[in-house]
């Protein structure tokens, strides 16, 4: 890919890195201890992780926009077609990302001892 994908991606790192340590300080300053800290990473990888998927699917540097450009040798229905068909497979990572993070985090932060921030009837 081209150098300005890497340059944006490599910001992207340095400002996670730079979240990563703020919210240890704030998290673990706070005493909270580390299943919302590791909550907060799974949360941050997801987001990474949705944005790179979304850079994969939406920029012509790979393979997904490059079949749907080179389907309009043939037409314009095909490039509907494979516009909709590569559009509704972008789909299933962020879906699996998402899922499986609120699975993993829902089970961290029930798991956390701070008390005081749900009653038992799930009301703040």
Do not use: H
């Amino acid at each position: 890919p081209g150098s300005l994908l890497n340059s944006i991606r490599g910001r992207i790192f340095v400002a996670a890195i730079l979240n990563c340590g703020i919210a240890a300080a704030i998290i673990f300053g706070l005493g909270l201890g580390w299943e919302l800290y590791l909550a907060f990473i799974i949360g941050l990888v997801a987001g990474m992780l949705i944005g790179f998927f979304t850079e994969y699917f939406t920029s012509f540097s790979y393979r997904p926009t490059q079949i749907i450009s080179e389907a309009s040798e043939t037409g314009p229905a095909t490039v509907v077609i494979s516009g909709l068909a590569i559009g509704m497979l972008s789909t299933i990572p962020p879906v699996i990302i998402i899922f499986a993070a609120i699975l993993s985090t829902y089970a961290l932060a029930a798991s956390a001892p701070v008390t005081g921030l749900f009653t038992g009837d799930g009301n703040f």
